[in-house]
């Protein structure tokens, strides 16, 4: 019944330019998390005995870049709150929770990671690098607030995670494994408003993978639905490159009522991403990746964006890395319903429609 | 003259179903800190020769259903500010201090629990399970910032920690110590109004043990007083069973201004709690608790309400336990001033005045 | 390639006594961070192999009177914004880089301390004992955001650290070494707006040390700039006893703009600080310090201040101390012009010109 706690981290900094901003300047900045999001947690586990297991994750955001940890999150009863930021805030936004595992699997309650994260996030191009513009984090994995704020527990901000929820991830038979996952809205009278409820499948063989995941979330009134569908394929070709696919596609089913802006979510939208990729390792070192993500919009508005990217990663230790990317984001032309899907690359002025972002950066996790 | 320093906590999460909320509704909620209230913090000790120890402790509330660390309290210098938020926060809320310890007995400064916490705590019949609806808790522990939130150090939120205080706490002689405790008002010109000052004695035979302890808290223009006597026995009848008595009474000395309204505290507003309980161990890991309430309020209003809680616990081990618990609570009347004394878990509608709550669990200490 | 996570801090309380303040009452306070300003964070060091190390170190303050953890920051686009608390909110607030160090010195990246921190800090007269309170802490290193706040990366609160920055230090050649430090605005179109430069070098054979450092920081529309200046020197000139003497100026060159309160920073404001101090090691575990203060303020209005201090230590162990310090401030008059030069000491009512301060406390660090 020995328990053991391990503080533990990434602190990422990069710095960052970008042209192309609004009035077609540039930009200079330096970011947190460019590889990795950055983050600190704790966590333990304690062997019961049989098998038996009880563990706790605690973990926050961390922007190093000011020193600001964790983020915020809805809270309030509005019917839809598409902010980035919330009312209220968790310091350890990204898991909290504690849990049982065994023979059985594993259930965990609290704040959790909703499914799509660790299906399409096996197989993400970058592998989840820029975390904060990438289409698969930012719009299949419903971490947008301005996209997705007002579904599912949080009641605002980042839907990535959410609140009052538990989650099942069963044992792996002959490689395959599935999860499933429900976040409670917490409302009297009825289970439906501002609810979570995910499935997931998942096949892996140690090194090639595929995973499916399902969400749908409700908002505050319990009329609207945003549901999302997550898959991703990573596929060794030679043993120096791995290849990566994924597919995203999710749907706000319902009437939001009042017409809202065009860079709003709106009645029916749809946003698809298509995400391609591929590492190859130059030494034991050295990793270059090549990206590509093509995202979709229609049902309210028809827009789209595309980025590509070149990263090159390389490894002082499996805990150190330094690393330098090139971005080239070009949206279907300078109107927001297009530029609003590159996530904040490209300048929103309405001139702008493509942009190019150099980062150089160090990730160090502990 | 070496140093220790341990990351601890308690996570702990539990699904409940309530029934007879405002309007007569059902509600399922997931809750962090059933069995023990969820926390996270950082201690240590340092052996500075001839017995004399330096000591230190940080410790925040935990959130894990949502991942929200530490609590408001007030600060501002509102003449009453009966709300459990506050305008300030405190990450580390529940314990900030930094201490001597010796033969002479342990000095601690800085940010305290109350002495009624140590006295009536050591004899809760429920050992301090769904401490947020308690009342040994909320409202002889005076962690209830609706009805406590003006008076003491904080200026606002609860009252069971008290900012900027020393507290000493004798050593055990035959059984028994004393502690007192005096929380600085911090206001020029004068020592009383905000202030904090408290005593208790407490005796224990290793098993056994009783307590008593008296706290005397000002509010912001030093005219009106919060008084509170606590007292706790725990007595084991046999190897099997421990039975608990509390008793807690506090009053509101003076005129608190304006009329407020029947949800709020008024002057000379008494308020009493008894509680009975008793733990049977069906085994080394099983043990059932039975728990009985009775709160009642005079002084400005005529109230009472009364809690029947039975909880089963399995412990793992002695870091981890499943736990579950029905609780019936049962107000005077249908009105506020009844209902609000069930601290939440019957709605305040008018309409209804009983409710009956079921809690499934887990607990684990790190 | 192993790596080594400590957590690790300060807690340090006192009671304190101040006398004049306004309406020459007196006034009794408990306040954390008085011998050092109490902290609490966690750090680390990785092996690279062949003299390189991957370094990360996250720190916050710790106000361990009431609990609350790191400090806010501006960020909002204001002109200026004079004000110590800002609308963003840092946990690690003091530190949070992550960085390389090898033959070549050490590169860190996020937020740093100024560079003046580590010159002035070297020989503050009583090692930087009453942050809050000391000119050079709140004066010279631009920690006090009703003088320095507008200037700089955080746009608001402390310019003491910088966000957004990248530090090079130098390695030690005979004694001497230098350092570089830039933080970025990060605004699209230019460099120059809410910007930090800083240089520094210093000189230590181990006991004795001297440091200069400059800095210059913008405003957020780029054509006000906050210079400093600032130097010390430590010389031990018999064992017992160590001489301590800094200098540090700085100038606000341009027009802010609008009038603002003398209490407020204003065109081309100019504040010198002059620091004198001894220690006196009566034995291992007693040490004695004389301190002196001279604060002049012109180019705005013509005030000054002064502050003697002297201050006992008793240390238990190296990590444990305790300490008694009393303060004398007298201000040129009692006008504000005057009076907040002696930050806070001297009740501001426009009728105190002098006030006594004594401190009694403990420090433990972990």
Redesign the interface.
Known sequence: ?Q?N?T???I?????MYTNN???G??????E?GQLLTSR?G?K?S?D?GGG?K???N?E?T?A???????AG?G?SNLTQNFSQAGN?????????????SGAFGAVT???NNILGVDSVGLADPMSLAHAGTNPNVALVGLNSGAFFGGFGTNQGGTAL?Q????KYVSPFISGFAGAAMYG?G??????SSSSYAGLAGIFTDGTNGAALSFAKLKDPTGNVSLSGWAGGIKYKIVPSTMLRFTYGHNTIEGKLGAPVAVTSPNDNRKITVIGLGADYAVSDQLTLTGAYYNTKRSGDFDGKADQYIGLAKYA?????TAYASLTYAKAGSSALKDTTLALGII?TDGVQSKATRAAF??????
């Open positions: 019944a328990s706690v503080v533990y981290g602190v990422d900094a990069a710095v901003q609004a009035g300047t540039n930009k200079a900045v330096m947190a600190w704790i333990g304690e019961l038996l009880a563990n706790f605690l926050g961390l190093n870049d000011t020193g600001a940890a964790g999150f809270g209220n805030s968790s310091l350890f936004d990204r898991l909290s929770w504690v849990g049982l309650m609290g704040r995670r609140n009052n929820s538990v409670f917490e409302k009297a009278g009825e289970m002082f230790s499996k805990r150190t300048g950066g160090i990730l160090h996790a502990f």
